[in-house]
């Protein structure tokens, strides 16, 4: 499945727009790297929760959401980019998921970590092309 999303996003003020695009029924992974202000990867292990949204505006119901444990998953054996202090979240869109997805999104990552603080940790918009039958 490509990664066409690798972000460098710092926790709790998202520094740009993190945009996306993919083909309806085609899988994708988003590969996030959050770093502090410092630019030091924040370690997000021990994360009390982790929610992805795509949604056709911003404020209207999710389309798609994950969750951690149910298609956002913490990385914390990635040894080339610091092990358990990487930093790196991802979001897998299987190819079901985006079956019936077209045109322009908004997505928005939120992270309660291991403190109880929540942060923005991302956000942009998503482009799904249809696919072809």
């Known amino acids: 499945m490509p990664d066409n999303l690798s972000?460098?996003?710092?926790?709790g003020s998202a520094r740009?727009?993190?945009n996306f695009i993919m083909s309806a029924g085609a899988g994708l992974i988003l590969k996030i790297t959050v770093f502090d202000e410092a630019d030091e990867p924040i370690p997000l292990a021990g994360a009390q929760s982790i929610t992805w949204k795509l949604a056709r505006t911003a404020r209207?119901?999710?389309a798609l959401t994950k969750t951690l444990g149910d298609g956002a998953t913490i990385i914390t054996d990635d040894a080339a980019q610091g092990g358990a202090n990487?930093?790196?979240?991802?979001?897998r869109i299987d190819p079901d998921d985006s079956a019936s997805l077209d045109g322009e999104?908004?997505?928005d990552c939120r992270l309660v970590d291991a403190a109880g603080d929540t942060s923005r940790i991302f956000y942009g918009r998503g482009f799904v092309s249809p696919g072809l039958a």
Request: with cysteine; aromatic share 10%; charged share 10%.
């Open 60 to 62: 209207s119901a999710a």
């Open 86 to 91: 990487c930093g790196r979240l991802d979001v």
């Open 7 to 11: 972000a460098t996003i710092g926790q």
């Open 105 to 107: 999104y908004f997505h």
């Open 16 to 18: 740009l727009p993190q």
